[in-house]
């Protein structure tokens, strides 16, 4: 009797699968040591790398981003100052908004009525060689011809700031200062029973021809060629200190009875 073949037979392409060989313990640890010790040589790589580069930020890099800052905070001080005597002095130039005299109060009046009459005696009458003839003595007392005067005095302020351009001033010369003057004329009368003239307000011809009461302004003769004579401050004074007194009188008691009305 022959024994059995055996499962696979003879075939060596048809045996079982051998068993995996187990590595050696010793050897898994030294390459895990080995592992370990490269990373920690590269630690210790970075260690010493980061504290060189902290040394040098500390001993270059920091003080002179604190210098820079210094530097940096005080140029722009600098500029800030600059800027700001720049906006300054724009301001300064710069005429303010037109006072809006139906609407202030005493305080605010004042300041409007003698910035008025310093420009009217500054510079209006004597570099323009405004006569009486175009504006007469009492023209403080006429509200109309106060007005005309206050927008033709912002519209000057405007046309002669920096920046303004000669378009602006030219339109002041040839518009803005014969259609104010013009107006002017046409709001204090001249025709009449009652009549404005050199030294005298709304007056009679039978006033004119008498010495005007103690303590009413203006003189009582009015002079002699008067159209050729300059507006000059000493002629139309006491009409403007008449006229200022009444108006900053009349908004005290206004701005009383207002807050009285609050209450």
Do not use: K
């Amino acid at each position: 009797m022959t024994a059995p073949n055996p499962p696979f037979g003879n075939d060596p392409t048809c045996q079982p699968p051998s068993e995996p060989a187990n590595p050696s313990p010793t050897a898994e640890l030294s390459a895990l040591a080995a592992h370990l010790r490269r990373l920690a040589d590269q630690i210790t790589d970075l260690d010493t790398r980061y504290n060189q580069i902290s040394d040098t930020l500390t001993a270059t890099v920091l003080p002179r981003l604190d210098s820079i800052g210094e530097d940096t905070t005080a140029q722009l001080a600098e500029h800030t100052d600059a800027v700001q005597q720049l906006l300054d002095s724009l301001s300064a130039a710069r005429p303010g908004e037109p006072p809006n005299w139906p609407t202030m109060n005493a305080d605010q009046a004042a300041t409007a009525w003698n910035q008025l009459a310093d420009w009217i005696a500054d510079t209006l009458v004597p570099w323009y060689e405004i006569t009486r003839d175009q504006l007469p003595d009492c023209w403080a007392l006429h509200r109309p011809a106060l007005l005309h005067l206050n927008w033709l005095h912002h519209t000057y302020q405007a046309a002669h700031q920096p920046g303004a351009g000669p378009r602006a001033t030219a339109d002041w010369h040839t518009r803005w200062l014969p259609t104010a003057l013009h107006a002017v004329r046409e709001a204090i009368p001249r025709r009449g029973t009652r009549v404005c003239g050199p030294g005298h307000h709304l007056s009679s011809d039978a006033e004119r021809a008498r010495p005007a009461p103690s303590g009413q302004p203006g003189p009582a003769v009015p002079a002699p060629s008067p159209g050729t004579q300059l507006a000059d401050r000493t002629f139309w004074q006491p009409f403007y200190d008449h006229a200022m007194a009444t108006d900053l009188a009349t908004r005290d008691v206004s701005a009383f009875v207002a807050l009285s009305d609050r209450l």
